[in-house]
T-cell receptor, first 116, second 115 residues
Framework: AQTVTQSQPEMSVQEAETVTLSCTYDTSESDYYLFWYKQPPSRQMILVIRQEAYKQQNATENRFSVNFQKAAKSFSLKISDSQLGDAAMYFCAYRRHGGSQGNLIFGKGTKLSVKP | DSGVTQTPKHLITATGQRVTLRCSPRSGDLSVYWYQQSLDQGLQFLIQYYNGEERAKGNILERFSAQQFPDLHSELNLSSLELGDSALYFC??????????????FGPGTRLTVL
């Protein structure tokens, strides 16, 4: 079974600085998707960024980028120029590729605080 | 606004009771997923429906059941409620697109409190 591990329960960053959230996963499959979701205090789940395992190029979305290391099964999220609005829980998630089951497998989350 | 709606927003009930949570997917989405978010278990997948049929099951208790209706809305039924069932229940929907990737759009969740 696939598992997702986030080893940092809490992180803190100064506004305008850069922070990296860690995620490792375990799977025997070669093709899959990885995601980072943001959950602000409103509890809404918001997709931040996704990565297809077959793509070597790391995904980037504005201030958010990932470092995808397939061999190491590592998928970290880098947030540049941190803003107060980035304060939230961040969840790393895995989804298998293909087949009919598209459910997400989530890590336990990292609570990010942004200091002004 | 993701386009996925869930009702009610909040639900407070007593142990042993039964409740029904409702989800309306985005227009055109055929798949509905139910997830449970609790303090001790984190975010867990419960069950998936696709166009009215059950497609995948996760860590769903036997006391829980779900269905998807012809208009594609879905209901999650929780019975014989226990204190440990208190959680935030999310519904997400997606639609098949060319290729395999189909983003899941999450509703705002239903906060269930069992007293």
């Amino acid at each position: 079974a696939q598992t997702v591990t986030q080893s940092q329960p809490e992180m803190s960053v100064q506004e305008a600085e850069t922070v990296t959230l860690s995620c490792t996963y375990d799977t025997s499959e070669s093709d899959y998707y990885l995601f980072w979701y943001k959950q602000p205090p409103s509890r809404q789940m918001i997709l931040v960024i996704r990565q297809e395992a077959y793509k070597q190029q790391n995904a980037t979305e504005n201030r958010f980028s990932v470092n995808f290391q397939k061999a190491a099964k590592s998928f970290s999220l880098k947030i540049s120029d941190s803003q107060l609005g980035d304060a939230a829980m961040y969840f790393c998630a895995y989804r298998r590729h293909g087949g009919s089951q598209g459910n997400l497998i989530f890590g336990k989350g990292t609570k990010l605080s942004v200091k002004p | 606004d993701s386009g996925v709606t869930q009702t009610p927003k909040h639900l407070i009930t007593a142990t042993g009771q039964r409740v029904t949570l409702r989800c309306s997917p985005r227009s055109g989405d055929l798949s509905v997923y139910w997830y449970q978010q609790s303090l001790d278990q984190g975010l867990q997948f419960l069950i998936q429906y696709y166009n009215g049929e059950e497609r995948a099951k996760g860590n769903i208790l036997e006391r829980f059941s779900a269905q998807q209706f012809p208009d594609l809305h879905s209901e999650l039924n929780l019975s014989s409620l226990e204190l440990g069932d208190s959680a935030l229940y999310f519904c997400a929907s997606s639609t098949p697109v060319a290729g395999d990737y189909n983003e899941q759009f999450f509703g705002p969740g239903t906060r269930l409190t069992v007293l």
